[in-house]
């Protein structure tokens, strides 16, 4: 079946810091991959995703590599910022089928 | 655009209470969809549509109801609340239920508590 293991948190990190929040998943096919963010009191909004195997997705200095070899999708952030205070989630949209697969989410707190 | 709105913001039932979470899109997207968000258990999915007149269950169904009648409005029926069923509601919408590219567009919640 279609599943998403997420690393678990909470994080915390200092500004400036290197953020790594694993994700790797179970498929049939090739799946399309996305990572999710919500701030405080708010919903879900798209960071970024990535269709194919070898794609990167990036946005606002977040960037995650679709790695079909390892099953993974790591997100990646060379300096994060107290404004990146979240919870962030990475799903996939299976090749056949209709729903989308969530993993449980990370908590990512970043103190001055 | 209001995207993707949900009422009420927050809502406090009695047990045995029965309510509908309401959801309306204004991007004449095909596909709906109605999750719950509980603590260490992410995302899980309730009901879904792919079109008017079309519903099916997700993962979680059991103690709601959906229909969709227009493409616009997607309500989410609580029959008999339960303590269980204390949780944030999200709706959310995509443009079709066959592109495997497409996000989707979450609303900003409704926070249930049940007691």
């Known amino acids: 079946g279609n599943s998403v293991t997420q690393m678990e948190g909470p994080v915390t990190l200092s500004e400036e810091a290197f953020l790594t929040i694993n994700c790797t998943y179970t498929?049939?096919?090739?799946?399309?991959l996305f990572w999710y963010v919500q701030y405080p009191g708010e919903g879900l909004q798209l960071l970024l995703k990535a269709t194919k195997a070898d794609d990167k997705g990036s946005n606002k200095g977040f960037e995650a590599t679709y790695r079909k070899e390892t099953t993974s999708f790591h997100l990646e952030k060379g300096s994060v910022q107290v404004s990146d205070s979240a919870v962030y989630f990475c799903a996939l949209y299976p090749n056949t089928g209709n729903q989308f697969y969530f993993g449980t989410g990370t908590s990512l707190t970043v103190i001055p | 655009n209001a995207g993707v709105t949900q009422t009420p913001k927050f809502q406090v039932l009695k047990t045995g209470q029965s309510m509908t979470l309401q959801c309306a899109q204004d991007m004449n997207h095909e596909y709906m969809s109605w999750y719950r968000q509980d603590p260490g258990m992410g995302l899980r999915l309730i009901h879904y549509?792919?079109?008017?007149?079309?519903?099916d269950q997700g993962e979680v169904p059991n103690g709601y109801n959906v229909s969709r009648s227009t493409t616009e409005d997607f309500p989410l029926r609580l029959l008999s609340a339960a303590p269980s069923q204390t949780s944030v509601y999200f709706c959310?919408?995509?443009?079709?239920?066959?592109?495997?590219?497409?996000?989707?567009?979450f609303g900003p919640g409704t926070r249930l508590l049940v007691l």
């Open positions: 498929a049939t096919g090739y799946p399309s």
């Open positions: 959310a919408s995509r443009p079709t239920w066959w592109s495997r590219q497409e996000t989707q567009y």
């Open positions: 549509s792919v079109g008017a007149g079309i519903t």
